[in-house]
């Protein structure tokens, strides 16, 4: 199958299954001598993996990271770095039954459609848990970009119809709490409603909130190669997102000009915005404000309750899913829209070095 890169300096190519030997990722073009460890990865796989919490699927994965290539002596070398995670906790018989038929909300008959054959355990390529890659490429990435001032913060803006108080932020909270909302009083109402979701036999969706600080002005390219466009490609090929916005996003279309346009204005010497309506990115180029985006998650596929669907055969059938699954997915995606922003802005970081003379005069001719 093609489709499995992302990036253009910075690539990343992700490959594995829920329920093959492992998952991992190659990341090739990452620069040298970036200070980096394996517990600098791990901290960012620890935030994803399942059985942490009782909001999320049962499997237990220790998903340790272990790195093949590209770091020597706590430091990245230039060359491919190749991370591999071995899946040590797989129920392949958990999935045999559903070798017939078509989950509703999943990818099964789609996969048959174009591939006329599928890995039924767990999804295959098309599970959530191909995300450990792209979380390991995102902790490299992230490395880079803390070198460069460059942060980014993701957490859950909110689960069902809660939504977080952002004046009563809280950043310790989005790593303290199972619903990685950083407001505890709503991941207290969050945690309560997907406690009645479970006995519901039914899942939940939300929205993941991602803030970029430090980003200077003149990052992206105009016409193809918008950074609001790379960023919208990234997140939305994360499985169950099924929106993105940025900035103002869906809401602008009530707007009126007047009230939408950010003011410009000189603050301490320099050019910046007397607000954000537009969220750090203008014509597709960024213009050195806080980046914000938001994604929408969408409910668990995978719920106990009876569904209609048909078998392969064409028969219409009622399925009851059984497996191991996540009751919202929201929480443990947090760190992966995070991570693929990571990936998306370094490499247009990278790409933008050849945007003028005076900087690769500088590179090359050094007074």
């Known amino acids: 199958m093609a489709g499995s890169s992302f990036g253009t300096i910075f690539k990343i190519t992700t490959w594995g299954e829920s329920h093959g ?3 991992g990722v190659v990341v090739d073009g990452c620069p040298a001598d970036i200070p980096l460890q394996a517990s600098d990865i791990q901290k960012f796989l620890d935030r994803r993996k399942p059985g942490q919490t009782k909001i999320s699927t049962p499997r237990k994965e220790a998903d340790e990271v272990e790195i093949l290539s590209g770091i020597f002596e706590g430091r990245t070398t230039g060359t491919p770095i190749s991370m591999l995670v071995r899946n040590t906790s797989q129920k392949s018989n958990d999935y045999s039954e559903i070798s017939s038929y078509y989950r509703p909300g999943h990818a099964d008959y789609t996969f048959d ?11 295959g390529r098309s599970s959530g848990r191909e995300t450990v890659g792209r979380v390991a490429a995102g902790a490299v990435a992230s490395a880079a970009l803390k070198q460069l ?4 913060l993701a957490y859950a803006k909110s689960i069902g119809d809660i939504d977080a108080d952002m004046d009563a932020f809280d950043v310790s909270a989005i790593l303290e ?3 990685c909302m950083p407001d505890r009083k709503a991941s207290q109402k969050a ?8 006995k519901d036999l039914d899942s939940a969706g939300g929205v993941i909130e991602c803030r970029v600080t430090g980003l200077p002005a003149g990052i992206g390219d105009p016409v193809f190669e918008k950074l609001d466009a790379n960023l919208s490609k990234a997140i939305m090929s994360v499985g169950a997102i099924k929106a ?3 900035g103002d996003g869906c809401q602008v279309c009530r707007a009126t000009g007047s009230k939408n346009n950010d003011a410009f204005c000189i603050k301490d010497g320099k050019i910046t915005k007397k607000t954000n309506h537009a969220g750090g990115i203008l014509g597709g180029i960024s213009d050195g404000s806080d980046l914000l985006l938001r994604a929408y998650v969408k409910p668990t596929p995978s719920i106990f309750s009876a569904q209609e669907t048909v078998s392969q055969s064409g028969e219409e059938i009622t399925v009851n899913i059984k497996g191991r699954h996540d009751p919202i997915i929201v929480p443990r995606a947090v760190v992966v829209v995070e991570a693929m922003t990571a990936v998306t802005i370094f490499d247009a970081l990278l790409l933008n070095m050849t945007a003028r003379m005076d900087a690769v005069r500088k590179f090359y001719l050094p007074e």
């Not at 001032?149 to 980014?152: A, F, M, T, V």
């Not at 945690?191 to 479970?198: G, R, T, V, W």
């Open 21 to 23: 030997a492992g998952l």
């Open 113 to 123: 459609a174009k591939y006329g054959f599928r890995d039924y355990r767990g999804g």
């Open 149 to 152: 001032g460059i942060g980014i």
């Open 177 to 179: 709490t199972p619903t």
């Open 191 to 198: 945690e309560a409603y997907l406690e009645s979701c479970k």
């Open 244 to 246: 993105i916005e940025i």
